[in-house]
């Protein structure tokens, strides 16, 4: 059996084509000289509000920027509670911390989203939004969510960072809440060639807001009105992002096309991810579940297969939020013992991937 090593990701360009395009596009930018909120950057934020289906779209530096901007565009502050599922990135419990709000954490249902249940229990006085998270580039159930939060008067703030292009009804990730915060680094699907990200909303109050925020809340150029940071989306990555936007659809195709070749060849061995008729999944991860999932991992490393546990730790197991970390994740303490992620980026070849479904089933004795 051959050993060749299977990554988990390549961010080489091997595409020859796009990586003259993009070396193209980068000169452009170096010729016209405007490296700061160029014409690119406006091209790319009026590109992603017509695609994500929004009225506007500002870009930013990373995922992690559009989440901070966001808790400080809705005012989100000291002592403000924002309730958000156990597992993410620890960047968006960050996001709220870093503004002197509380992360509240709340439990997974067994397909990894957030259970809508558990955010309404968590309700309080000091609750002020909703942050859910569409983990692994599969849309939560927002109809609920939605519901809970109009309920209660809350605002909700999509952490779509896995998700760009995922849908649920039709309806595109990023344009349930006030504001959808998209993360555009190398290793997403549709990924920058560094940090970029984006946020999009339907309020012409709230993108003015934001468009300040994103430069340290200043406004007609000199006079700093609030309180924010530099989180300006480069120039270059905007140029390097309309290139990529033009390979997307296919690049999405491809990673769908291997979790189909995955489900059905792994379905009866182990947990695979669900797509239900209303969904549209990007498999930002190829994430499965199995009882016996670090044995399994130790298997697939041995036969030369990078995979990921994406994560070992909840957000409110991490030291830093341990100590008084409030909310419930005991199913998703359960949930994240078993979750494993199979090398499933468009770069892999359809010998590659069975050879991964081969290992795994060699693994479970489902051969
Ligand atoms: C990637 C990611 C982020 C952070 O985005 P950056 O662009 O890396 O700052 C935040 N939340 C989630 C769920 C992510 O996957």
Redesign the pocket.
């Known amino acids: 059996m051959s050993k060749e090593k299977i990554p988990f990701l390549d961010l080489r360009v091997t595409d020859e084509e796009e990586r003259l395009e993009l070396l193209e596009a980068v000169d452009k930018v170096l010729r016209h000289g405007r490296i700061v909120l160029g014409p690119e950057v406006e091209e790319f934020e009026r590109r992603i509000a017509e695609r994500v289906g929004r009225r506007f779209a500002v870009g930013v530096n990373?995922?992690?920027?559009a989440?901070v901007v966001a808790m400080r565009a809705l005012k989100i502050g000291r002592g403000d509670e924002v309730i958000m599922p156990a597992l993410?990135?620890v960047?968006?419990a960050n996001a709220v911390a870093i503004v002197g709000g509380k992360p509240v954490f709340a439990d997974l249902a067994a397909d990894l989203n957030v259970d809508a249940d558990t955010i309404a229990s968590l309700v309080s006085p000091a609750t002020k939004a909703i942050m859910p998270?569409h983990?692994t580039g599969r849309v939560c159930n927002m109809e609920r969510i939605v519901a809970i939060a109009d309920r209660h008067g809350l605002a909700v703030v999509e952490?779509a960072?896995?998700a760009f292009d995922a849908s649920w009804r039709g309806r595109k990730a990023g344009t349930f809440g006030a504001i959808g915060c998209f993360?555009?680094?190398s290793m997403?699907v549709f990924a920058s060639i560094g940090?970029?990200?984006v946020m999009v909303m339907d309020d012409p109050a709230l993108y003015e807001k934001c468009l300040e925020l994103r430069y340290h809340g200043v406004v007609n150029k000199e006079y700093a009105v609030s309180l924010s940071q530099n989180a300006r989306l480069h120039t270059i990555q905007a140029a390097a992002l309309l290139v990529r936007l033009k390979r997307l659809d296919a690049l999405i195709a491809k990673r769908r096309e291997h979790a189909d070749y995955y489900n059905k060849r792994l379905g009866n061995a182990v947990t695979v991810p669900t797509e239900g008729p209303d969904e549209y999944h990007v498999y930002?991860t190829y994430t499965i579940q199995s009882d016996r999932r670090d044995a399994l991992k130790m298997h697939l490393e041995a036969n030369g297969i990078e995979v990921k546990i994406q994560h070992p730790l909840l957000m409110p197991q991490h030291p830093l939020y341990s100590p008084d970390a409030k909310g419930m994740w005991q199913n998703a303490d359960r949930l994240i013992k078993g979750v494993l992620c199979l090398p499933a980026n468009e770069k892999i070849t359809a010998q590659q991937r069975e050879r991964v479904a081969d290992a795994v089933l060699a693994f479970t004795g489902n051969v």
């Not at 990373?62 to 920027?65: A, E, M, N, Q």
Request: no cysteine; hydrophobic share 30%.
């Open positions: 990373s995922g992690s920027d989440l993410s990135f960047a968006s998270v983990w952490d960072s896995q993360s555009m680094n997403k940090e970029a990200g930002y």
